[in-house]
């Protein structure tokens, strides 16, 4: 590709992209990914989008954004500033400015920057010109839309669609920054808009204009170049944490011969789970869209009773609307995922921000005792293992799974090593048909599980239900001693689960005294917040939880040898208050709420806080 | 229901179980109970494709007393749990079971949407209009003025008109019958049962110990010669042991001598569904049984069923490994 401007190579970039929710920035930031992803970058994306569908245009509360972060060797998340912003309008430049990297490269719409868009953010006149922030950052100011009219003259678009195209100009655009594959790009908009011929043209057209733009205009000087990242032999895809999700729970079904059946209630940020599985129904699992949360678990548990792997997908106040139907599930001892996809709380809270906040709900929202395991992903590619983790426990030992995710993992992409089949782990089932000596409550010995008989099956036809039953016969039974057997024994059962955990993953300087522990989504920031310090020689080991009930056996001993516990979550200090009930061990609590991940610096500058304190 | 196997002989004990039914003495359930093991005796069908699924109630007990599958569950909402069961296993024969609690207080909204979407189940839903269990609150199909342990100075509820809050939700098959009555309940729960769809069967049922002879006026062994109307398709809709009728003029029922009816019973006539659900004694002369509404629909576990075949027609082969390969694969070496 023949271009007047400098070729720079460079390990990392982090571009963030921002407009109006119409803007089109979600499906543009995409786009870049999955170019960076098959250019062989390692890749992590973090969306950031409003509540609203249609926020007012042009107001600060209507910007999305979308922060994609590529790079020549391994990250672990989208990084904590942007070097490049794109900003559609004033509103996106306004809320994003103040983040981007002092020397960082602004792209902005100037088009957009009109009195009355100005206006309605509170600038008295466009900040383009500011010579504080020209002295701060390299502003690029570009007439979007007149570049855009050009490109689409004589083809008899409205003014409405033209600027509809806008993010197809700033993609071109991007692309010949990268020195991204532009022909594989027009053939996804060929695809993509196969129905719709004219917008493929259109689009088209201002993609090619866009990324002309860059080689003709001479405005940036030099473009960049970030090499493919040396990363372990397969095949890799990039991938959403949703939709990852989803191929777990449908992988597991497969290995397990199962039908599986997910009923769900559309909730953000955990609808895509609904919509990706509902493309599913020739692998045997099938969508219940519900009438509410409680008949989508209602359905899962009849789909499980059924035989099939009942599954939900919800978020925090959805779970807390299952409450009482997973206690019906724990005392009658049948398989079930509920997959939770954190956001911000309490009530309807952040619902597209993120947050770790529904931790002790996952693990003591129902009523009576009723224990269940709880385990977390910590990043987008993590959640098929987690899925396929979570049913294979299920199964194993009829018990309902509730799986945590949150809106950073499920929304967020990176590139996903597939699998080796050979190597996925085998679903054991225990569906019984043999009449002779079947009692309801009868169980494994190691694995305490009870056996799952199917209606239908003949000669074995009980009751079961959320009263109390005798704990052979599965009977009703008010008897005193029997319930708290039945009380003891489904908790040990819970317990049990232990024995198909691996050990934490322990990682960093192992000697120190400083040790970092953390579950979910926070993974990437504390894995790269414990490289950076001891980078700097502070001795970090950091302590990654897969299982949050039961805790690994191995939790106490590492907890023990480490003279600072620094436990980082993004709610009040959830898991901290479990550690310390759980170890009687005096852990630090770092805590977040503003419905955003980590930055690598806050996490850092905690740990530096921390031993500056302590060795004070 | 179509039938695919043998038919098979059972008689009404083989659904019995040997647990003590333990409902008080003199209540209705009994006898819904009694009615409901007589008739799968009558149809053929093995033990262990039944399965009755229950909310919270009195009512709600009644799967422990059937020698079949069954799922005690939380209140109200059997409706999803049923819906899950036949989704995952549509050729089982699921029977909720139910009360006016259950299914139109805390249940209403599963109870709505399991009607629209009518899914192949028989829905008992015996009303008792009491609050039965907590012993004895006004429940929501209680008559407004009721006093109860909650209302002393009588309930200002207004009360849900089952049938037409079942209709109204789409219901393709909506018929009442009463628990003294075996042989007509028998002829209900037949045609019930052999409905392709979400057929509801409202149940008039004596709590004897909370709210005793609520429908003795209509419907006591005295009162229904004179007072109810038995609906059999092609037959005027004779009360008053013949000497009375129900006739359909301008859209609502009229109560005319027998001889000056002209309208027979049409099960799938809507217009004259709705108008039969209004009537409501005292407010009307007589008071509609039987089966006042049935329409053809498509059943969801039958629609279900079609949409996985389709899927599976033309989605690609299902294997884990092209699960994985979706989208953009890239190796590296
Ligand atoms: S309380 Fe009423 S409905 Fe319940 S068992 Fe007793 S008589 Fe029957």
Redesign the pocket.
């Given at each position: 590709m023949g271009t007047n401007a400098n070729v720079k190579s460079v390990e990392r970039v982090v571009v963030r992209l921002a407009g109006d929710s119409g803007d089109g920035m979600q499906l543009t930031g995409n786009e870049l990914t999955r170019a960076s992803a098959l250019a062989g970058n390692d890749v992590a994306t973090f969306p950031d989008y409003p509540a609203e569908i249609r926020a007012p245009a042009g107001t600060l509360a209507g910007v999305s954004g979308f922060q994609l972060h590529f790079a020549s060797q391994d990250i672990f998340t989208p990084g904590d500033e942007p070097d490049v912003l794109v900003a559609m309008n004033p509103a996106a430049f306004k809320k994003n400015i103040g983040d981007l990297k002092p020397g960082g490269l602004a792209i902005v719409n100037q088009s957009a920057f009109i009195k009355n868009n100005l206006r309605k953010v509170g600038y008295d006149e466009s900040p383009l010109e500011d010579p504080v922030l020209n002295e701060r950052f390299r502003i690029v100011p570009i007439e979007m839309n007149a570049q855009v009219e050009r490109a689409l003259e004589n083809e008899g678009l409205s003014t409405k669609e033209i600027g509809r195209s806008k993010n197809f100009w700033a993609l071109g655009l991007l692309y010949w920054l990268y020195g991204r594959n532009a022909d594989k790009q027009l053939k996804w908009i060929d695809e993509k808009f196969a129905n719709k011929k004219k917008f493929a043209e259109s689009n088209k057209k201002v993609f090619l204009a866009g990324h002309a733009f860059g080689e003709t205009a001479e405005l940036f000087g030099e473009s960049y170049r970030v090499e493919a990242a040396t990363t372990d032999p397969g095949h890799y895809r990039n991938i959403m944490g949703n939709q990852a999700l989803v191929t777990g729970l449908v992988a597991a079904a497969q290995k397990s011969g199962l039908e599986m059946v997910l009923g769900s209630y559309p909730i953000t940020p955990a609808s895509d789970i609904l919509h990706a599985m509902s493309r599913f129904r020739h692998y045997g699992c099938s969508t219940v869209q519900a009438e509410d949360e409680i008949a989508a678990i209602g359905v899962a548990i009849g789909a499980s009773y059924g035989g099939a792997i009942g599954v939900c997908s919800t978020s925090g106040p959805g779970l807390a609307l299952k409450g009482e139907a997973l206690g019906l599930a724990h005392i009658v001892e049948l398989p079930l995922v509920v997959v939770n996809v954190q956001r911000g709380g309490p009530s309807t809270g952040l619902p597209t921000k993120t947050e770790q906040s529904d931790l002790l709900q996952a693990l003591f929202g129902r009523n009576g005792d009723a224990p269940l395991p709880v385990l977390a992903a910590k990043s987008p590619a993590d959640c098929f293992d987690a899925a396929y983790e979570a049913v294979r426990i299920a199964t194993k030992y009829m018990t309902p799974v509730i799986l945590m995710s949150d809106g950073y993992v499920a929304n967020g992409s990176e590139p996903w090593r597939l699998p080796d089949l050979q190597k996925l782990k085998a679903i054991e089932v225990n569906v019984r048909v043999e009449p002779e000596g079947y009692e309801v409550y009868q169980r494994d010995e190691t694995t305490l599980a009870r056996d799952w008989v199917i209606p239908g099956t003949p000669g074995m036809e009980h009751r079961v239900g959320g009263l109390e039953k005798d704990s052979l016969s599965g009977e009703v039974s008010y008897v005193p001693e029997n319930h708290a057997e039945m009380c003891r024994v489904r908790a040990e059962k819970v317990r049990g689960v232990q024995a198909e955990i691996d050990a934490p993953e322990l990682y960093g300087d192992l000697d120190g005294d400083t040790l970092i522990v953390g579950w979910g989504g926070t993974f990437g920031a504390l894995r790269q917040a414990c490289d950076d310090a001891n980078e700097e020689g502070l001795g970090v080991a950091h302590c990654h939880l897969r299982w949050i009930h039961p805790f690994a056996p191995q939790l106490d001993a590492i907890l023990k040898r480490y003279r600072n516990v620094l436990v980082c979550e993004l709610n009040s200090g959830q898991l901290a208050f479990l550690l310390r009930a759980t170890f009687l061990k005096d852990v630090k609590s770092f805590t977040k709420v503003e419905g955003q991940p980590f930055r690598i610096r806050e996490v850092l500058a905690e740990i530096q806080k921390l031993q500056g304190s302590s060795n004070a | 229901m179509p039938e695919t196997q043998p038919l098979v002989t059972l008689k009404k004990k083989d659904f019995q179980t040997d647990n003590d039914v333990r409902?008080?003495p003199g209540?209705g359930?009994y006898a819904i109970l009694a009615t409901v093991q007589k008739y799968l005796a009558t149809t053929g069908k093995k033990k262990e494709d039944f399965v009755f699924v229950s909310g919270i109630g009195?009512a709600a007990r009644f799967p422990y007393y059937m020698n079949t599958y069954g799922f005690h569950t939380i209140h109200g909402r059997a409706p999803s749990i049923a819906t899950g069961l036949k989704v995952a296993k549509p050729e089982l024969d699921v029977w909720i079971i139910s009360g006016d609690g259950d299914s139109l207080s805390i249940g209403g909204n599963h109870l709505l949407h399991i009607l629209r979407r009518n899914l192949n189940v028989v829905i008992l839903l015996f009303n008792?209009q009491i609050y039965?269990?907590t012993k004895g609150q006004y429940s929501p199909s209680s008559e407004q003025g009721k006093v109860t342990k909650s209302t002393p100075r009588g309930s200002i509820d207004h009360p849900v008109n089952p049938a037409a809050f079942a209709l109204g939700a789409g219901a393709s098959f909506y018929a009442r019958t009463i628990d003294t009555h075996a042989k007509h309940m028998l002829e209900v729960l037949k045609a019930a049962h052999e409905h392709e769809g979400t057929a509801l069967v409202e149940i008039l049922q004596n709590?004897?110990?909370?709210n005793n002879a609520a429908f003795d006026d209509y419907a006591s062994r005295t009162t229904r010669d004179e007072r109810a109307v038995f609906c059999q398709p092609g037959q005027p809709l004779g009360f008053a042991k013949g000497e009375r009728a129900l006739d359909f003029r301008k859209g609502r029922f009229k109560a005319v001598a027998h001889e000056d009816a002209t309208y027979v019973h049409e099960p799938s006539n809507a217009a004259a569904a709705y108008a039969l659900a209004q009537l409501r004694y005292p407010v009307a002369d007589a008071v509609p049984m039987g089966v006042l509404y049935q329409e053809q629909r498509a059943t969801y576990d039958g629609l279900f069923v079609q949409d996985t075949k389709d899927a599976k027609s033309a989605g690609k082969e299902p294997t884990l490994h092209n699960l994985l390969h979706r989208g953009d694969v890239w190796e590296v070496k």
């Amino acid at each position: 590709m023949g271009t007047n401007a400098n070729v720079k190579s460079v390990e990392r970039v982090v571009v963030r992209l921002a407009g109006d929710s119409g803007d089109g920035m979600q499906l543009t930031g995409n786009e870049l990914t999955r170019a960076s992803a098959l250019a062989g970058n390692d890749v992590a994306t973090f969306p950031d989008y409003p509540a609203e569908i249609r926020a007012p245009a042009g107001t600060l509360a209507g910007v999305s954004g979308f922060q994609l972060h590529f790079a020549s060797q391994d990250i672990f998340t989208p990084g904590d500033e942007p070097d490049v912003l794109v900003a559609m309008n004033p509103a996106a430049f306004k809320k994003n400015i103040g983040d981007l990297k002092p020397g960082g490269l602004a792209i902005v719409n100037q088009s957009a920057f009109i009195k009355n868009n100005l206006r309605k953010v509170g600038y008295d006149e466009s900040p383009l010109e500011d010579p504080v922030l020209n002295e701060r950052f390299r502003i690029v100011p570009i007439e979007m839309n007149a570049q855009v009219e050009r490109a689409l003259e004589n083809e008899g678009l409205s003014t409405k669609e033209i600027g509809r195209s806008k993010n197809f100009w700033a993609l071109g655009l991007l692309y010949w920054l990268y020195g991204r594959n532009a022909d594989k790009q027009l053939k996804w908009i060929d695809e993509k808009f196969a129905n719709k011929k004219k917008f493929a043209e259109s689009n088209k057209k201002v993609f090619l204009a866009g990324h002309a733009f860059g080689e003709t205009a001479e405005l940036f000087g030099e473009s960049y170049r970030v090499e493919a990242a040396t990363t372990d032999p397969g095949h890799y895809r990039n991938i959403m944490g949703n939709q990852a999700l989803v191929t777990g729970l449908v992988a597991a079904a497969q290995k397990s011969g199962l039908e599986m059946v997910l009923g769900s209630y559309p909730i953000t940020p955990a609808s895509d789970i609904l919509h990706a599985m509902s493309r599913f129904r020739h692998y045997g699992c099938s969508t219940v869209q519900a009438e509410d949360e409680i008949a989508a678990i209602g359905v899962a548990i009849g789909a499980s009773y059924g035989g099939a792997i009942g599954v939900c997908s919800t978020s925090g106040p959805g779970l807390a609307l299952k409450g009482e139907a997973l206690g019906l599930a724990h005392i009658v001892e049948l398989p079930l995922v509920v997959v939770n996809v954190q956001r911000g709380g309490p009530s309807t809270g952040l619902p597209t921000k993120t947050e770790q906040s529904d931790l002790l709900q996952a693990l003591f929202g129902r009523n009576g005792d009723a224990p269940l395991p709880v385990l977390a992903a910590k990043s987008p590619a993590d959640c098929f293992d987690a899925a396929y983790e979570a049913v294979r426990i299920a199964t194993k030992y009829m018990t309902p799974v509730i799986l945590m995710s949150d809106g950073y993992v499920a929304n967020g992409s990176e590139p996903w090593r597939l699998p080796d089949l050979q190597k996925l782990k085998a679903i054991e089932v225990n569906v019984r048909v043999e009449p002779e000596g079947y009692e309801v409550y009868q169980r494994d010995e190691t694995t305490l599980a009870r056996d799952w008989v199917i209606p239908g099956t003949p000669g074995m036809e009980h009751r079961v239900g959320g009263l109390e039953k005798d704990s052979l016969s599965g009977e009703v039974s008010y008897v005193p001693e029997n319930h708290a057997e039945m009380c003891r024994v489904r908790a040990e059962k819970v317990r049990g689960v232990q024995a198909e955990i691996d050990a934490p993953e322990l990682y960093g300087d192992l000697d120190g005294d400083t040790l970092i522990v953390g579950w979910g989504g926070t993974f990437g920031a504390l894995r790269q917040a414990c490289d950076d310090a001891n980078e700097e020689g502070l001795g970090v080991a950091h302590c990654h939880l897969r299982w949050i009930h039961p805790f690994a056996p191995q939790l106490d001993a590492i907890l023990k040898r480490y003279r600072n516990v620094l436990v980082c979550e993004l709610n009040s200090g959830q898991l901290a208050f479990l550690l310390r009930a759980t170890f009687l061990k005096d852990v630090k609590s770092f805590t977040k709420v503003e419905g955003q991940p980590f930055r690598i610096r806050e996490v850092l500058a905690e740990i530096q806080k921390l031993q500056g304190s302590s060795n004070a | 229901m179509p039938e695919t196997q043998p038919l098979v002989t059972l008689k009404k004990k083989d659904f019995q179980t040997d647990n003590d039914v333990r409902w008080c003495p003199g209540c209705g359930d009994y006898a819904i109970l009694a009615t409901v093991q007589k008739y799968l005796a009558t149809t053929g069908k093995k033990k262990e494709d039944f399965v009755f699924v229950s909310g919270i109630g009195c009512a709600a007990r009644f799967p422990y007393y059937m020698n079949t599958y069954g799922f005690h569950t939380i209140h109200g909402r059997a409706p999803s749990i049923a819906t899950g069961l036949k989704v995952a296993k549509p050729e089982l024969d699921v029977w909720i079971i139910s009360g006016d609690g259950d299914s139109l207080s805390i249940g209403g909204n599963h109870l709505l949407h399991i009607l629209r979407r009518n899914l192949n189940v028989v829905i008992l839903l015996f009303n008792n209009q009491i609050y039965g269990l907590t012993k004895g609150q006004y429940s929501p199909s209680s008559e407004q003025g009721k006093v109860t342990k909650s209302t002393p100075r009588g309930s200002i509820d207004h009360p849900v008109n089952p049938a037409a809050f079942a209709l109204g939700a789409g219901a393709s098959f909506y018929a009442r019958t009463i628990d003294t009555h075996a042989k007509h309940m028998l002829e209900v729960l037949k045609a019930a049962h052999e409905h392709e769809g979400t057929a509801l069967v409202e149940i008039l049922q004596n709590c004897v110990v909370f709210n005793n002879a609520a429908f003795d006026d209509y419907a006591s062994r005295t009162t229904r010669d004179e007072r109810a109307v038995f609906c059999q398709p092609g037959q005027p809709l004779g009360f008053a042991k013949g000497e009375r009728a129900l006739d359909f003029r301008k859209g609502r029922f009229k109560a005319v001598a027998h001889e000056d009816a002209t309208y027979v019973h049409e099960p799938s006539n809507a217009a004259a569904a709705y108008a039969l659900a209004q009537l409501r004694y005292p407010v009307a002369d007589a008071v509609p049984m039987g089966v006042l509404y049935q329409e053809q629909r498509a059943t969801y576990d039958g629609l279900f069923v079609q949409d996985t075949k389709d899927a599976k027609s033309a989605g690609k082969e299902p294997t884990l490994h092209n699960l994985l390969h979706r989208g953009d694969v890239w190796e590296v070496k």
